[in-house]
């Protein structure tokens, strides 16, 4: 085994720790891992994320099902739904270069990273149904399984909050319930890059492998870990990674221009506080109490 196998397979662990944990994330680390560890070409390491995410879920989804934290109605028509839009995005990835797909990874890497940091609002107070409504399960699903199909991310980091927010499922249970949507449209959006792009199944054999023990680790830390905690501190290292596989993408003269890794230093200040003022709730406006009456009942 080479030393880049190894530190890809040893890496490759945190993909299914992410999963068991937070019901997502696979992606946001394997495209990164396959592309600028193991060195694979881009659409190559889509192509091989999609089949380690997937197995991963597949095999991650059992300690949640264990404990009751899988909700199979929602999570099968989701899945299904989902499955459909992830095998066009596969076919359609076919017709893009692969630099935008690596820029349109970032950008949802991103996207998906803020809203992880400033969580959910507003879910506490509401009744959680048993099931959620199956036209919005389906429209979301299509929309969701068509990014994931093109480029490869966007799992479960839109999965959870579409659970999420739908119907105000709790974070574990949308957890549990996310691993099987993320099966599902992975092996779809799989099986659209297989009619265009070929995969080296050794190395994806031993990524799944470690990603697959990763994830029994993932699913043993769940809900020992605060979840409020995990979700803001994953969200950050998203942030910087996707500012690494964009910075990636841009020409030499301007990767190495030290005015623009200055500027988007800056950038990254005013958004992180914009984000944590969005946070901070206004303080619950106090009444001044009412002046008691000389002579009260409370003394008789």
């Known amino acids: 085994m080479t030393a880049t196998l190894a530190l890809t397979v040893g890496l490759a662990v945190l993909i299914g720790v992410s999963l ?3 019901g997502g994330g696979g992606s946001i680390l394997a495209v990164p891992l396959l592309v600028y560890v193991a060195d694979l070409p881009a659409k190559e390491a889509i192509a091989t994320s999609l089949l380690v995410v997937g197995a991963t879920s597949a095999v991650g989804v059992i300690p949640h099902a264990r404990a009751h934290r899988v909700r199979w109605r929602t999570g099968l028509i989701f899945g299904f739904a989902g499955m459909t839009g992830a095998y066009a995005g596969g076919r359609l990835a076919e017709f893009i270069p692969a630099g935008f797909l690596l820029t349109g990874f970032a950008v949802m890497m991103l996207a998906t990273a803020v809203a992880m940091i ?5 879910a ?5 149904p ?3 409504p199956v036209l919005r399960v389906i429209l979301d699903g299509v929309v969701v399984g068509l990014v994931t199909g093109l480029v490869g991310a966007g799992g479960g ?3 959870v909050p579409a659970l999420a927010l739908l119907g105000g499922l709790p974070m574990p249970v949308a957890v549990g319930t996310s691993l099987v949507v993320i099966a599902m449209k992975s092996f779809a ?3 659209g890059y297989l009619s265009s792009v070929s995969i080296n199944w050794g190395l994806a054999a031993a990524v799944t492998a470690a990603a697959i023990a990763g994830s ?8 020992r870990i605060p979840a409020d905690i995990l979700r803001k501190a994953f969200g950050w290292f998203v942030v910087v990674m996707g500012v690494f596989v964009l910075g990636q993408q841009l020409p030499e003269e301007l990767r190495t221009n030290p005015l623009l890794w200055t500027g988007v230093g800056v950038a990254a200040v005013i958004v992180a506080l914009a984000v ?3 946070r901070r709730k206004p303080e619950p406006r106090r009444e001044p109490a009412a002046p008691v009456p000389v002579g009260s009942a409370s003394g008789h």
């Open 20 to 22: 068991g944990l937070l």
């Open 118 to 122: 400033r969580g959910r609002r507003g």
């Open 124 to 128: 506490e107070g509401r009744p959680v």
């Open 130 to 132: 048993h099931e959620l």
């Open 157 to 159: 980091f839109l999965v």
């Open 189 to 191: 959006g799989l099986a």
């Open 216 to 223: 029994f680790v993932g699913g043993r830390l769940a809900g």
């Open 276 to 278: 944590l003022r969005g």
